[in-house]
């Protein structure tokens, strides 16, 4: 088991940058990968990032390529998403997810996540 917690999330202009921390309790956090996803009023939950166990691969939605950075460190058990030049479609709850232990690589579908944080709400204004 795992529990995850957001922080990090607020209103920010267009252009800001934010910091979204992902807090990690439990075991085996240096054992799975992890993921950023997010959801828009009335659309449904989308990848943003993903990272494997060793930190060592990552992925990105299209959207947010070049813009957004996850890392990882796991002495800490914390994922962290920077997001650069933020604009008005960033705006959504941001969930932290984890895959189950030795599930290492990443994966860009919310089926493959098997734990879930309460999301932490994040708002562009143009």
């Known amino acids: 088991q795992v529990q995850l917690v957001e922080s990090g999330g607020g209103l920010v202009q267009a252009g800001d940058s934010l910091r979204l921390s992902c807090a990690a309790s439990?075991?085996?956090?240096?054992?799975?990968?992890m993921g950023w996803f997010r959801q828009a009023p009335g659309k449904g939950r989308d990848i943003v990032a993903g990272?494997?166990?060793?930190?060592?691969?990552?992925t990105y939605a299209s959207s947010v390529k070049g813009r957004f950075t996850i890392t990882r460190d796991n002495a800490k058990n914390t994922v962290t998403l920077l997001m650069n030049s933020l604009k008005p479609e960033d705006t959504a709850i941001y969930y932290c997810?984890?895959?189950?232990?030795?599930?290492?690589?990443?994966?860009?579908?919310?089926?493959?996540?098997?734990?879930w944080g309460q999301g932490t709400q994040v708002t562009v204004s143009s």
């Open positions: 990272i494997s166990a060793a930190g060592g691969t990552t």
């Open positions: 439990g075991s085996a956090f240096s054992n799975r990968a």
């Open positions: 997810a984890a895959r189950r232990p030795s599930e290492r690589q990443p994966s860009i579908s919310q089926s493959d996540y098997t734990y």
